[in-house]
C-alpha cells in the first residue's frame, strides 16, 4: 500500500535542531491528518487539515508548525524539539474531515537528542 | 470527557479464534473503527461498525453494541502473521464534525 508516504522513516536530531517531516497522499482526498504515537499510548491526534486549511490545533506546543501547501502534502516542521518529543509520527488521510475511513502511511520516528 | 478501553496484551494459539473486546465512553457516537498495526508498521483498516450487530469479512469479524458501549473484534483461525497491535477507534461529532479517538491498543501474540 503506497497510497500514503512520509518522508524521512527514520530521524534523529538534537534539540537545537530544525527539521521537517513530510507526507504525501496519492488517494486524492481532501484531509488530512499528523498523529503522535508514543510507547503504549493512544494515538494523540496533532492537526487536522481540510482543503488545505487547518480545522482543528489539539493544543500541540508552537515548536510543532503544520504546513499544507496543496490537498496531497503536508509537513511538520520541528524545532527546538523536547527528549520527550521522541515518538512515531503518523500521517493520514481521508475523503473528507467529515471522517470516512482514515488511511495512514508508515510514519517517521523521531528520536530527539 | 471521551475514554476507550482495551486489554493491553493478549496471546492466542495459530489456528484458535481470539476476541479483542473495546469498551468507550463518548458523546455523540457516530462509528467505531478497528485497525491492525504491525510493529513498525502504518495501522491499516480493518472494520468499521456504526449500527448495532455483527460485521463480517473474511476470518475477521466485529461487533458492536451502542447502547453497551461495547465493541469486539473476532479473529479466527489465527495465523502467525496476525501478531501485531489492534487499535479500536471512536467516531464522534463535536465541535460542528466528526472527529476520531484511539485506544491504546491491545497487542496480540499468536504462538505455533
Known amino acids: 500500500e503506497t497510497g500514503v508516504t512520509q518522508t524521512p522513516r527514520h530521524l534523529v536530531m538534537g534539540m537545537t535542531n530544525k527539521k521537517s517531516l513530510k507526507c504525501e497522499q496519492h488517494?486524492?482526498?481532501?484531509?488530512m491528518y499528523w498523529y503522535k504515537q508514543s510507547a503504549k499510548k493512544p494515538l494523540e491526534l496533532m492537526f487536522v487539515?481540510?482543503?488545505?486549511?487547518?480545522?482543528e490545533n489539539n493544543s500541540v506546543p508552537s515548536r510543532f508548525s503544520p504546513e499544507c501547501p496543496n490537498s496531497s502534502h503536508l509537513f511538520l516542521h520541528l524545532h527546538t524539539l523536547q527528549p520527550e518529543d521522541s515518538a512515531l509520527y503518523l500521517c493520514?488521510?481521508?475523503?473528507?474531515?467529515?471522517?470516512?475511513?482514515?488511511?495512514f502511511g508508515p510514519g517517521t520516528r523521531l528520536t530527539v537528542l | 470527557g471521551q475514554n476507550i478501553d482495551q486489554p493491553t496484551e493478549m496471546t492466542a494459539t495459530e489456528g484458535a479464534i481470539v476476541q479483542i473486546n473495546c469498551t468507550y465512553q463518548?458523546?455523540?457516537?457516530?462509528?467505531l473503527f478497528w485497525y491492525q498495526q504491525h510493529a513498525g508498521e502504518a495501522p491499516t483498516f480493518l472494520s468499521y461498525?456504526?449500527?448495532?450487530g455483527l460485521e463480517e469479512k473474511g476470518r475477521f469479524s466485529s461487533f458492536l453494541s451502542r447502547s453497551k458501549g461495547y465493541s469486539y473484534l473476532l479473529l479466527k483461525e489465527l495465523q502467525m502473521k496476525d501478531s501485531a497491535s489492534y487499535l479500536c477507534?471512536?467516531?464522534?461529532?463535536?465541535?460542528?464534525?466528526?472527529?476520531?479517538?484511539f485506544g491504546a491498543g491491545t497487542r496480540l501474540a499468536v504462538h505455533p
Open positions: 488517494l486524492g482526498h481532501n484531509a
Open positions: 461498525n456504526v449500527l448495532d
Open positions: 493520514a488521510s481521508s475523503q473528507g474531515v467529515d471522517i470516512d475511513t482514515q488511511y
Open positions: 463518548t458523546s455523540g457516537f457516530n462509528g
Open positions: 487539515y481540510s482543503l488545505e486549511e487547518r480545522v
Open positions: 477507534a471512536v467516531r464522534f461529532f463535536s465541535g460542528g464534525y466528526n472527529k476520531l479517538i
